[in-house]
Every structure is written in structure tokens, then in C-alpha cells.
């Protein structure tokens, strides 16, 4: 029996009836991103318990071990970095991003696709705010589809590198969970990291939508103190 509670058929008729009126080669294409997400979901998981497993002792020599592959490969490849202290729903942001990027065959990973994978996480704070504010999902979808640059002309293979802002952001939102004395980077701070990048299509996209650093701020500051007190 699979240890996940997904099947090759279950992927494949979710995608058939997604897009039941494309050909085969669009269907193709389709299968290829969803497959490259996947993968990125893959390598996020790994990370997860990888880190978990440093903070419980293991050396690089048994984290390589586990992994089948030399000490040297292991911690090369899954030193803490940029989304150490992100959560698994701010995880799950950045990867709908990069298939948002894809989606739209754009060589690079905007602080707009960022905007779109906090949308595509219902779960998490973000989209709680973003909803609130704006009275709909949809307001904010279609603020960030007119913003969004066109698409390319052919889909990318292998990684995509964040553009400078996006980096900024990510940066911010350590600052703003910094600032606001959690020891996490939630959903919560990302969108407070993306209208602190002041310069980045997102931070225009949320000034448009109403919504202020300041004001923004305190949003997240009054919601997490109440999360914190029904926990």
C-alpha cells in the first residue's frame, strides 16, 4: 500500500477533467509543471524533517546516511537557508509561486507569483487578510493578473531564480517576524515582507487593494496574538 494518500490515477483523472476540452499536447505540457511541483513539494518535505533531525542531534554523516548519499552532498544541498524558520504553509506558498511562474512561462519568480501562492493557501493568515480586506479572492486575483507582466513563450525547465525584490521580501518577512518577537515566518509575514519591498509589483498590487505597511502591521500583530491565546 502507498505511504501517500494519492495515486498516478488519481492524478491523472484530476488532470483530465481540469482539462477535458486540450489535446494531448497541451496535456503533456500541463502534466510536466504539475510533475516539476511535485518535485519541489518532494524536496520541501525532505527539508522538513532533515531539519528536524539536526535539531534532535543527528550528525551530517547520519542525515547522508538516511539520504543514501555522502555527508559532503547532504549538507551542501539541505543547509538551513532563506526558509529555515518558514512554516509548512508559508513552504507551500513559495512553491505555488514557482508553478505560478511556470503557469505563466516567466524565467523568474516575482513578488507577484509570491502574492499568488499566498492566495492559493487558504490556510494560512495571509489569505484570511487578503480576503478581508478586499471582500473577495477573486478582487485580489484579478488585481495581481493585471499587474502580471505577459506570459513567455516557451515554459522553463529545472529552477527559477527569484528576482531581486522577491529576495528583499523574503528578507522582510524575517525582519517583520524578527519585529514582531515570533520565532516562526508565517504566511502572515511574507505579505507584511511583500508591501515592506516597497519598489516590488506586489507592494504596488497591495497599496491599489488599500492596504498599508502600518496598517498591515498591526492586521498581523492583533491576529497572531489572538491565534496564540485560542491555541
Request: aromatic content about 4%; overall charge negative; hydrophobic content about 40%.
Amino acid at each position: 500500500m502507498s505511504p501517500l494518500d494519492i495515486s498516478l490515477a488519481d492524478l491523472i483523472a484530476r488532470l483530465d477533467e481540469e482539462f477535458s476540452d486540450a489535446n494531448e499536447l497541451a496535456r503533456v505540457s500541463e502534466a510536466r509543471l504539475r510533475a516539476q511541483t511535485l518535485s519541489d513539494l518532494g524536496d520541501q518535505l525532505i527539508d522538513h524533517y532533515v531539519t528536524k533531525a539536526k535539531r534532535t542531534g543527528a550528525s551530517w554523516t547520519e542525515i547522508g546516511d538516511a539520504l543514501g548519499v555522502s555527508k559532503q552532498a547532504a549538507q551542501q544541498r539541505h543547509t538551513p537557508a532563506a526558509f529555515e524558520r518558514f512554516t509548512n504553509l508559508n513552504r507551500h506558498g513559495i512553491v505555488l509561486a514557482q508553478e505560478a511562474a511556470r503557469t505563466h512561462k516567466h524565467d523568474f519568480i516575482g513578488t507577484e507569483h509570491m502574492l499568488l501562492g499566498l492566495l492559493g493557501e487558504p490556510r494560512g493568515l495571509a489569505y484570511e487578510v487578503l480576503v478581508e480586506k478586499t471582500g473577495s479572492e477573486q478582487r485580489v486575483r484579478d488585481a495581481i493578473e493585471e499587474a502580471m507582466p505577459p506570459a513567455g513563450e516557451k515554459a522553463l525547465r529545472g529552477h527559477i531564480p527569484f528576482r531581486p525584490e522577491s529576495k528583499e521580501a523574503i528578507e522582510q518577512a524575517h525582519r517583520a517576524s524578527a519585529d514582531l518577537g515570533h520565532d516562526w515566518v508565517g504566511t502572515e509575514h511574507t505579505l507584511l515582507g511583500l508591501i515592506r519591498a516597497e519598489d516590488s509589483p506586489a507592494a504596488q498590487i497591495l497599496r491599489v487593494l488599500g492596504f498599508t505597511s502600518d496598517e498591515l502591521h498591526e492586521t498581523v500583530r492583533t491576529e497572531t496574538a489572538e491565534r496564540t491565546r485560542r491555541a
